[in-house]
């Protein structure tokens, strides 16, 4: 099994640019998040999708939209990219919601948005 | 204030040192508590979860104190492969909200 797996795991944008960061996991979860790690913040939740067909803010959702494409794959889009999104984006999924349920992390994709 | 706080540190350790982080919470109604552990960069990974009587794994020690809003993480006998950044994790409620502190950093040295 791969796991988690992201693409493109490294990406440079000029602002305004889109662009989608994809994700797909092979494990058969139900819960799959999005997650932004800028340094001396922690991770902070963009949206996350509990089951196929539903998603849901987080955090900090504003510039960002999300498809929960099928149970395996979830997408998180730019739309007009700005310097503020310049960040590690890292996909996670669990096998099902709630409270007590470990979560596994994707690579990664480290943006840099000019 | 942060909702999940954490020492940045860096925590530099002789190997066979006893080292503990701590954490703190905002929210009463949190649910669950985990530590993850993240290598340099690499993606998280859990390290253990937290339960209110408090648990081991190996060297590993968590324990969760509700009426202070605190948890901690306790390691014995520091190994040099125990050098990465540590986060605290919460969860708000029953939802799919999960909080990050903004993580400790170990370095164990010979």
């Known amino acids: 099994n791969a796991g988690v797996t992201q693409t493109p795991k490294f990406q440079v944008l000029k602002t305004g640019q889109s662009m989608t960061l994809q994700c797909a996991q092979d494990?058969?979860?139900?819960?799959m998040y999005w997650y932004r790690q800028d340094p001396g913040m922690g991770l902070r939740l963009i949206y996350y999708?509990?089951?196929?067909?539903?998603?849901d803010k987080g955090e900090v959702p504003n510039g960002y939209n999300v498809s929960r494409l099928n149970k395996r794959e979830f997408s998180l889009r730019l739309e007009s990219a700005a310097p503020s999104q310049t960040s590690v984006y890292f996909c996670?999924?669990?096998?099902?919601?709630?409270?007590?349920?470990?979560?596994?992390f994707g690579p990664g994709t480290r943006l840099t948005v000019l | 204030r942060k909702e999940v706080e954490q020492d940045p540190g860096p925590f530099n350790v002789p190997e066979g040192a006893t080292v503990a982080f701590n954490c703190t919470y905002s929210?009463?109604?949190?649910?669950?508590f985990f530590w993850y552990r993240q290598d340099c960069r690499k993606e998280p990974k859990l390290l253990m979860s937290?339960?209110?009587s408090g648990n081991e794994d190996g060297r590993f020690t968590a324990q969760l104190n509700r009426a202070s809003q605190y948890i901690s993480l306790l390691i014995r006998d520091s190994k040099l492969s125990d050098s990465a950044t540590y986060l605290c994790?919460?969860?708000?409620?029953?939802?799919?909200?999960?909080?990050f502190g903004a993580g400790t950093r170990l370095t164990v040295k010979p």
């Open positions: 996670a999924s669990t096998i099902a919601g709630g409270a007590s349920n470990e979560q596994f």
């Open positions: 494990m058969n979860h139900n819960s």
């Open positions: 999708s509990a089951s196929e067909g539903t998603t």
């Open positions: 929210n009463s109604a949190s649910q669950s």
């Open positions: 937290v339960y209110s």
């Open positions: 994790v919460v969860n708000l409620s029953n939802r799919d909200d999960m909080r």
